[in-house]
């Protein structure tokens, strides 16, 4: 996007790759449309016993992905609780905090 000049920070056309940013100050573009920020989701999940700690299970399970629904982002667990163990586990949109938890 940047070789074909189509992004734009603060109505100046960004010639370089690297250039840095506020995207909390800055007025950033592509095609002349203003990109937002990305807004940060946590929840606290009461989990039941019985459910499996990942998004999806490819076994058919019942798991956390079941419990958030018409999602239009992709959310992550904050570390796992064993599926016969109930409490609270933390979803989120931040992967890099949820990886770092």
């Given at each position: ?63 956390l992905g079941d419990y ?30 949820a990886h770092r938890l």
């Open positions: 996007l940047i070789e074909q000049s189509r992004v734009e920070v603060n109505g100046e056309i960004v010639v370089e790759q690297g250039k840095r940013v506020d995207v909390h100050k800055d007025e950033i573009k592509v095609d002349g449309l203003t990109v937002a920020a990305q807004s940060y989701l946590f929840f606290a999940l009461n989990k039941p016993a019985g459910v499996v700690s990942s998004m999806e299970d490819p076994d058919g399970r019942q798991c958030v629904t018409n999602r239009e982002t992709r959310l992550f667990h904050v570390g796992r609780l064993d599926t016969e163990t109930e409490g609270i586990i933390m979803l989120t949109n931040h992967g890099e905090l």
